[in-house]
């Protein structure tokens, strides 16, 4: 029996549909190279984070699929795969809705200080903080959309509701409803969010530096649900320390899982979640059958539904 191996906690939906497809459905916690390694005899997977290697990929010598659990495949070594005759898949979309509230929300709790009010009840060092910072609304304001696929349009989308002016930057244009295309000088020195929804690639590694925090204003707030990479790390916390911008809404950091001596979470003017931005169950219902919809097509010998490379 063709054998798939998902990750603990993967979406019931999935396993179901790979099921009621007569595959043999294995799980593992993928949190070391050893958790793939550990069956050799798998033809196709649905994988999470853990860095996917050539190294790991000799090791299963039948697989045919790797289809990543979400947007980015930055953890899979796309060009190996093709060289050993590996499709890879991604799920475009199928988690927009949940990134783009995800979004919203730390653009409130970041641009309003709410982690320091809510440290307020007990910390009275927090609540002389939360009242000097009484940090802004986001009705009416203007947001800056770096990336404009499906997470930036929905962000777009969901903006229209706080009467907010956006503005644009992608590698295309793309009609704004509420606001117009801008180059990042424009986003950097004019938004009042900026938001990031962009992948990370070579083109946009720290593409948010600290020419960038010099230009924003010092009410600036920078929200990051797209890669870690994305934002220079190290100027990120210069620019909040020394009050460059106001404040920082995470969703992902440069080096993941987060580690907990990161100076971010000590830092009263971020607010840093652990890449959870497209978990709700209905986002994971949803990426989970995408994913393997595209293993089903790619072991009935047809082309997948999203792949991302072409095999050999």
Known sequence: MTKVLVFDGVSQVAVQTLQDAGLEVVSSPQHQDRDFTDYPDIEAMILMMHPITAEIMDQLPNLKV??????????????????????????P?????????????LMLMAGRFFASRQAQITDPSAKNYAQAHPGIQLSDKTVGILGFGHIGQKIAHMLTGFNAKVLVYARHDYPVANGHMANLDEIFTTADYVVSALPGTAATQNLI????????????????????????????IQALKTGEIASAGLDVVAQEPIRADNEL?????????????????EALDEVGTLAAQNILQVLAGKTALNPVNEKG
Do not use: C, W
């Open 66 to 91: 790797i289809a990543r659990f979400g947007v980015g495949y930055d953890n899979v070594d796309v060009q190996a795969a093709s060289e050993r005759g590996i499709v890879v898949t991604n799920t």
């Open 209 to 236: 530096d600290q020419a960038a925090f010099k230009k924003m204003k010092s009410t600036a707030v920078l929200v990051n649900v797209g890669r870690g990479s994305v934002v220079d790390e190290p100027a990120l």
């Open 265 to 281: 979470l000590s830092l009263p003017n971020a607010f840093v979640l652990p890449h959870v931005a497209s978990v709700s169950q």
């Open 93 to 105: 979309g199928a988690n927009a809705t949940a990134v783009a509230e995800t979004a919203i929300t």
